[in-house]
């Protein structure tokens, strides 16, 4: 199998915590942008070979600003590329409405994972969402209701002064939401972001990570007592409700991605596109797609597994590894195993429960360096 991903990247505001690339101007030019994006999937149609296509994600940016005439034109002529398990959408929760929904639906759009962060009317303000707590009940009921059955919401914990208390809330209310589906992220302080800016100048204090670890924790323990099954660092889902997009970026499925800064992977190629939307879209008028391009060799495919695969429950398969990739893993994975971070079941590496704590350092001691 393999999947197509389409990058939007219009914003009304930007959050302060966003590193990826987005643009809160030229929303004007959005008819523009998706005649570009439909160009573009011509222009590579041999990347992927033969192989069928069976996933489709629209993120972003927000890709719920475009307006429903080029959710229908992306949107079926994507569904037409093949025979689609899931297609999903990014939304916001304020951006939901009927006829979003209607759409959607229209196009064979079944799954939507909507950025709701969390249900703290202070903290969407911290971080400049423009929803509010009271958007996120109603945009589930109109998806509901549109028949969308495949609902995920995104959560963040780890704020400036959140107490444990009011994340335990956040996961309730998140359950009580009944979505399929959650994933959920500590707050990240990265560069050049207004974020990162504030903890430079001490404006913010940044958690602990003590905080982290027990946040973490409770994260785990409370969506697993619900029946959320965690099958990778950071995503939980009820049973059959695993993302089979994204999952397919930790196992080394193939991907074509298009859009200003989307990357793409074919197994011998990975390719990642400028982040210029003027530029984009200016290039792609001339016929050429303006990307860079690296040439995947046996030691990058096997750092790759060990930052996308050691991230999910199942881990590696150690009998899929070539004899070199096999030796080296098997000579480097000793220390963690000793400290109980890693294990080996049924021939498969994976993260212990204590590991998940420290994943960064347990994949670095297991990055081939040459």
């Not at 987005?22 to 033969?50: C, F, N, P």
């Amino acid at each position: 199998m393999a999947g197509i991903y389409v990058h939007i990247p219009f914003c009304a505001s930007r959050c302060i915590y966003c590193g990826f690339y987005s643009t809160t101007g030229l929303l004007d030019t959005q008819d523009e942008y998706v005649e570009a994006l439909l160009k573009e999937l011509h222009l590579r149609a041999d990347y992927l070979g033969d192989t069928p296509i069976e996933t489709l994600y629209i993120g972003g940016g927000t890709p719920s600003l475009l307006s429903v005439a080029n959710i229908k034109r992306l949107g079926n002529r994507l569904a037409g590329m093949g025979k689609i398990k899931e297609f999903t959408m990014e939304c916001n929760p304020d951006d939901v409405t009927p006829e979003l929904c209607d759409a959607m639906i229209s196009v064979g759009i079944n799954r939507v994972s909507m950025g709701v962060q969390t249900f703290s009317d202070e903290r969407l303000r911290f971080l400049h969402r423009r929803h509010t707590s009271k958007h996120i009940p109603y945009a589930i009921d109109l998806l509901r209701k549109a028949g969308i059955k495949n609902i995920s919401i995104d959560l963040m914990f780890g704020f400036p002064n959140e107490s444990i208390a009011e994340w335990k809330h956040d996961i309730d209310l998140a359950i009580s939401m009944e979505a399929e589906h959650i994933s959920a992220y500590s707050l990240m302080y990265e560069e050049g972001t207004t974020l990162y800016n504030m903890l430079r100048k001490g404006e913010i204090k940044e958690k602990g990570e003590e905080d982290y670890v027990t946040m973490y924790d409770t994260l785990i323990d409370k969506l697993s007592t619900s029946g959320f099954e965690h099958y990778e660092i950071s995503n939980f889902a009820r049973p059959g409700f695993r993302s089979l997009h994204n999952s397919a970026y930790w196992n080394g499925t193939q991907y074509m991605g298009l859009g200003a800064a989307a990357h793409s992977y074919n197994t011998k190629t990975r390719q990642w596109n400028v982040n210029n939307l003027t530029e984009y879209i200016k290039s792609i008028k001339s016929g050429i797609i303006p990307m860079e391009e690296e040439y995947i060799d046996e030691i990058t495919r096997y750092n790759d597994m060990i930052t996308t695969a050691l991230r999910t429950c199942e881990g590696i398969d150690l009998q899929s590894l070539t004899p070199q990739a096999h030796d080296y893993i098997i000579r480097n994975m000793r220390k963690s195993i000793n400290n109980g971070l890693l294990e080996i079941t049924n021939n498969h590496l994976k993260l212990t429960r204590r590991g998940l704590y420290v994943s960064d350092d347990v994949m670095s001691d297991l990055i081939w360096i040459t």
